[in-house]
């Protein structure tokens, strides 16, 4: 039986952490692991827009010695004739060895599971869940701070939509001693569904519409984008979009080795003017991003170095 990701509760803490190392392993000896994956494929089925996710999932196979077959929009595969997932899923796992899938519908990854022979991983699934994000994001957090527990963690901006924050409460709430600052407008709060772990486990977090106030405590910034896509309507998005921008002014107001991160893309809610301060972590994440797909593709399929 293939064994999928569609959330990141797929993985236990324990196998979070194996993938961790193994993503560290592959950094310091990627010769190690150049033909791990020689003629396996993989198949990247996006149904929405991406550049980070999809082109590390191919490069990440692409080190491993495999091959990438896919597509990159709905509307050049047969979706657009009205194929259901279910049946393209059917019909890719007879050409590949492994799935990673993307689309606007939420749910639809496990759809896709449930109709398939290989693996399927969730890139991203409407406004719920990414939880290859968020390996790449507890990867970039234990390489910057060394540890992912003890420690202040704030998410701002549109919390209501963003599946990658989404995703990373559920695991970082795992974690002993995380705080969790949730900075949102007040029609762009964290759902109450992916608040349940928090007040099952009594893990602390305050709700707060104001980033200045809170900065001076964090050890953890995760910036994100307002999500137009997911609004019903374009006046609330344009009324919210510019909620917050991080600028050196307010950088001023942090911590000395604060971490700012966030999943990219930017559109305008962290200057570029911080891009050279070293607390600016954002392009060494989508880095990360590749080392833990790679992790992930080996333990899917259940090959190594
Ligand atoms: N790239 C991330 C995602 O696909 C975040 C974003 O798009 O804002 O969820
Ligand atoms: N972080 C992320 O998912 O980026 P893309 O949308 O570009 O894949």
């Given amino acids: 039986m293939a064994r999928h990701i569609t959330a990141i509760t797929d993985l236990t803490t324990g196998e979070i952490d194996e993938l961790i190392t193994k993503a560290r392993d592959i950094i310091n000896h990627p010769d190690r692991y150049q033909d791990a994956c020689r003629r396996k494929k993989l198949a990247t089925l996006f149904y929405e827009p991406s550049t980070r996710t999809r082109l590390s999932f191919e490069a990440a196979m692409i080190e491993l010695g495999g091959h990438v077959l896919g597509f990159s929009e709905a509307a050049s595969s047969s979706a657009a004739k009205g194929e259901s997932v279910a049946d393209t899923v059917r019909t890719v796992c007879c050409y590949a060895d492994i799935i990673a899938m993307r689309h606007p519908k939420e749910g639809a990854p496990t759809v896709a599971s449930l109709h398939a022979t290989v693996p399927v991983i969730n890139a991203g699934d409407g406004g719920h869940n990414h939880p290859t994000q968020t390996l790449t994001d507890l990867l970039t957090i234990q390489m910057e701070k060394g540890r992912l527990g003890n420690m202040t963690v704030g998410l701002c901006g549109d919390l209501k939509f963003g599946r990658t924050v989404h995703s990373l409460i559920t695991a970082m709430c795992r974690y002993p001693g995380v705080n969790f600052v949730l900075i949102s407008p007040e029609e762009l709060k964290v759902p109450s569904y992916v608040k349940i772990p928090l007040k099952k486990d009594s893990v602390p977090y305050t709700q707060t519409t104001s980033l200045t106030e809170v900065l001076p405590d964090l050890d953890i910034l995760y910036m ?3 999500q137009r896509e997911r609004f019903f309507n374009e006046d609330d998005y344009i009324r919210l979009k510019d ?5 050196p002014e307010k950088m001023e107001l942090a911590k000395k ?12 809610e962290i200057s570029v003017a911080i891009d050279q301060d070293p607390r600016a972590c954002y392009f060494r994440q989508a880095l990360y991003g590749k080392f833990i797909r790679m992790a992930l593709i080996l333990k899917l399929l259940e090959v190594d170095a």
């Avoid at 909620?243 to 600028?247: D, Q, R, W």
Wanted: glycine share 0%; aromatic share 4%.
């Fill in 257 to 268: 080795d604060l971490s700012v991160l966030h999943p990219l893309p930017r559109v305008n």
């Fill in 224 to 226: 994100t984008r307002v």
């Fill in 243 to 247: 909620s917050y921008i991080l600028t």
